[in-house]
């Protein structure tokens, strides 16, 4: 290896969104290195195997990434990606009849027509146009910061106002989701249940303002996770896309944490690597961007330095508020299949959470997590948890999650905790009562299953604590980054210099994480797709012809338009 290493672009982190945004540059020919500080690329996105046979997913199960555009213009499936589309498709279904059951603490209870019908329609699925609105809430890039922010500018407002009238209303911009569940849907362990994955996808049913994007954020869950499976779970699409940024160029490195990103004369030109770095060459240089796919306190605190960054919004950014909350993770290697209770048999194929008896519940869960702060203090009958679980995701026919005779895994059942920062008895509070914990969920859990103590062989669970150890690129232990609240959202644009992802005062550096990308959150291949945008105005990419922008884009003046063959430099 020679003493200088050069490429086009430097990317820091090969999580799904470094690695969306390698394959997207090396695509467009650009030369390409990803460097990643773990052993592993993935992220969020990894398997692992903490027994022999016993095959989980640490962090990420759910997909959300079914209408990004990435699956077309990167053509995944030539490079291993194989999906079920079915979902999207549900003529079928006889609206007439009780749908979903749902778990309370009493037994089940059961979705209408009048919640499903209402749901078809805010999602777009009863109009056709489901895809279209969620690549206007999350694969878009804001609008330039001159650009009014109002009900006739916010894309998916524009959506709803050219598909469907009919439920278009200015408010649409001021609700919490549970406001425009309670306009259109009557069953409140159903709107519940929509509220609890909207808060453990990034927007909360109880945000203000944030009704659409939470709304949208379950719509992406459930849609393209129950439905719509890559062959090998969300590890074997991150295969498939690693794969692609290869066979387009794109170089990987692993054991390669970066010490500092370099500027000179108001210009990033480059990175210098740790001294335990896997490779001889300390500093690699970039010649026309370097990208962090890296949390963004830490690429503004660590990697940057006060030094490089104006006081002001230095201070903006480590104000940030990460007070959501972390997935506390368990998973139980069983003698038998977990049974559900007899009186939740009703809902064994779409109950997953408990309990859905009401909002109080809901709220008192998100006042523990997010106001008080500390280990649960709610009853393990009253905490919420989501049964993730494999089995009930990738089928097992073609993916099987334990091989080990005889026994079974269920990967996994996940509940809300504070952040480790933000823990009132320090960030390893949990680490320390991690017994006590077991236990806890273990009785949360048993209030549906009724034989998991006693076919239980072991319980493994991953603390929030251990996760941001685990992927060093997480915040508060968290896969999808910050609290995607009112303040936070793009149209917002609480940090507006930085909006379309440049960092201001230094050319040639731009952010990726989805920490400092939004729209997009945890939602694949979004945030590197709308960096794209940014990267063909400030001329560092030209992709192809393959390459389509986002129909509500509006380029910035003075700037190249990234719509293929208008190419002009808006007035």
């Not at 820091?12 to 997207?24: F, P």
């Not at 387009?248 to 944490?257: D, M, N």
Request: some cysteine.
């Amino acid at each position: 290896m020679g003493d200088t290493e050069r490429y086009d672009v430097i990317i820091i982190g090969a999580g799904h969104n470094g690695t969306t945004t390698a394959a997207y540059l090396a695509k467009s020919g650009l030369s390409v290195c990803v460097l990643e500080e773990r052993p592993e690329c993935g992220g969020a996105q990894e398997n692992a195997d903490p027994i022999a046979g016993v095959h989980i997913s640490p962090h990420a199960v759910a997909l959300y990434g079914g209408a990004a555009p990435g699956w077309e213009q990167l053509e995944l499936w030539r490079y291993g990606a194989r999906m079920d589309w079915s979902a999207q498709n549900l003529g079928g279904i006889d609206f007439s009849e009780n749908f979903m059951g749902l778990l309370c603490k009493d037994g089940v209870s059961f979705a209408t027509g009048k919640d499903l019908v209402g749901w078809l329609n805010l999602s777009g699925v009863a109009g056709g146009f489901c895809q279209e609105l969620l690549r206007a809430t999350f694969w878009c890039p804001p609008h330039p910061s001159y650009v009014e922010v109002n009900a006739e500018t916010v894309p998916f407002m524009q959506v709803y106002k050219q598909r469907a009238p009919e439920l278009w209303t200015p408010e649409l911009l001021e609700w919490s989701q549970f406001d425009l569940m309670d306009e259109h849907m009557e069953t409140e362990a159903f709107k519940v249940f929509q509220a609890y994955i909207a808060w453990m996808s990034g927007a909360a049913g109880h945000m203000e303002g944030m009704g659409i994007p939470a709304l949208e954020s379950v719509v992406a869950s459930v849609l393209y996770t129950t439905g719509a499976v890559p062959m090998g779970g969300i590890h074997g699409y991150y295969h498939a896309l690693i794969r692609c940024a290869i066979a387009h160029g794109a170089v990987f490195r692993t054991c390669c944490p970066v010490d500092e990103i370099i500027t000179s004369h108001g210009k990033a030109v480059g990175v210098r690597l740790r001294d335990n770095a896997a490779i001889g060459n300390k500093v690699i240089w970039a010649d026309k961007a370097v990208i962090s796919a890296t949390e963004i306190k830490q690429t503004f605190n660590d990697l940057l330095g006060p030094q490089n960054v104006e006081p002001g919004l230095m201070q903006r950014v480590n104000d940030l508020n990460i007070k959501g909350g972390p997935i506390y993770c368990n998973y139980f290697l069983t003698k038998k299949p977990l049974r559900y209770r007899e009186k939740y048999k009703a809902a064994e194929k779409t109950g997953v959470c408990y309990p859905m008896d009401s909002r109080e519940i809901y709220y008192r869960h998100v006042a523990d997590c997010m106001g008080i702060q500390g280990n649960p203090t709610v009853p393990y009958d009253e905490i919420i948890w989501l049964w993730a679980g494999s089995n009930k995701i990738i089928d097992p026919t073609f993916h099987s999650q334990c091989t080990r005779p005889g026994l079974y895994i269920e990967n996994s059942i996940v509940l809300y905790v504070p952040p480790p920062e933000y823990h009132i008895d320090g960030p390893d509070a949990l680490n320390k009562h991690k017994e006590e914990m077991k236990t806890y969920c273990r009785k949360a859990f048993g209030c549906v299953v009724e034989n998991l103590e006693e076919d239980l062989v072991e319980h493994l669970t991953l603390t929030p604590w251990e996760q941001e150890f685990r992927n060093t690129g997480m915040l508060g232990g968290s896969w999808y980054g910050i609290r995607h609240c009112r303040d936070q959202w793009w149209n917002e644009r609480p940090l507006a210099e930085m909006a379309r992802f440049r960092m201001p005062g230094i050319d040639g550096l731009y952010f990726v994480h989805q920490s400092a990308a939004h729209p997009g959150g945890l939602c694949l291949m979004a945030c590197g797709y709308n960096l794209m945008h940014t990267l063909i105005e400030d001329g560092v990419a030209e992709p192809g012809d393959w390459w389509y922008a986002s129909p509500w884009y509006i380029p910035e003046k003075g700037k190249i338009s990234a719509v293929p063959r208008e190419g002009r430099i808006p007035e």
